[in-house]
């Protein structure tokens, strides 16, 4: 399947430039989506993120080159992106438990990350309910927060836990009652590459105030309040109901490991909604479109 051999052309790049700066924005070129898109789907395939396997694969360079004794470790620190001794020798010792001056001198284990590479896997073990929509321009209204893509699933429910606690969550019920549009419910919408920096996103709670059909009237939110507009597009949508975070957690993994490299879909460039409804009911809406030729 050519999506998963843009993703195995992706790694290939990581690995012939792990002495070198890799391009975060040549990753997501070689891939065709956006840089988060992307990190978040290599985080559900590979099950570590991109930033981690990207360090342990120069960690297990960086082994072979202390044990070689060729270079000076400083050398090494340098060529593996460390700006110092000190940085090197604490990211070494984390990653193989020995500091590097002992890996040269003595005989000592360590640890060792294989290059990734992908396959599709198709396991038919539990059904996905979904449903394929071309749905119009919508907008969606609440609070905007930046963050960075490698620390967002940190941060991401501690903003969702300050806004419980400072009556935000109770203005966007107040706006969900008044609009009640799909998509309905809480919305955590992830927006990044060309809707932001390639290492960070814009996160969005928020709820869905208008859409671009004649039935629908535009609803007025507060001053604290910003809106996104977001293009008509096909969506892919998933029914992510139980438990959280592992009911939609889960159809992350099955949608980026099982459900997009068969599909005949590939990622559009849009950003990620996540719909919280009550009793544990959830939604999931990934934008698509059709990568035939």
């Not at 905007?144 to 836990?161: C, G, H, L, M, Y």
């Not at 939110?221 to 939609?248: C, H, K, R, Y």
Request: with cysteine; glycine share 6%.
């Amino acid at each position: 399947m050519e999506w998963v051999e843009r993703i195995n052309h992706s790694v290939n790049y990581i690995e012939e430039n792990l002495d070198k700066d890799i391009s975060f924005e040549e990753i997501a070129k070689i891939v065709g989506c956006s840089i988060y898109n992307f990190q978040r789907m290599f985080s559900y395939i590979a099950d570590k993120s991109l930033s981690e396997y990207i360090r342990n694969r120069r960690l297990t360079l960086a082994a072979f080159d202390v044990i070689n004794g060729k270079e000076n470790i400083i050398d090494i620190a340098l060529k593996y992106g460390y700006n110092s001794h000190d940085s090197f020798t604490r990211a070494f010792q984390k990653f193989h438990g020995v500091l590097p001056s002992k890996a040269r001198t003595e005989v000592v284990k360590l640890k060792s990350c294989p290059k990734i590479s992908f396959q599709i896997k198709i396991k038919g073990e539990t059904y996905m309910n979904y449903q394929i929509e071309q749905w119009p321009a919508f907008t969606i209204s609440g609070i905007k927060k930046r963050v960075s893509t490698s620390e967002a699933f940190n941060i991401i429910p501690q903003i969702w836990d300050t806004a419980g606690k400072d009556g935000t969550i109770n203005q966007l019920v107040d706006l969900w009652m008044k609009s009640d549009c799909r998509p309905v419910g809480l919305l955590g919408i992830s927006a990044g590459g060309q809707w932001g920096n390639t290492e960070e996103m814009d996160y969005y709670l928020a709820v869905t105030t208008y859409v671009d059909v004649p039935e629908c009237k535009q609803v007025k939110i507060p001053n604290n309040m910003v809106s996104l507009q977001l293009p008509a597009a096909t969506w892919a949508i998933f029914e992510a109901n139980g438990q959280l975070p592992d009911a939609v957690q889960n159809i992350y993994k099955e949608f980026y490991t099982e459900w997009l490299p068969n599909s005949g879909y590939e990622l559009d460039d849009m950003p990620v909604i996540e719909c919280y409804l009550q009793n544990n009911k959830q939604e999931v809406w990934i934008a698509v479109k059709s990568n035939s030729k």
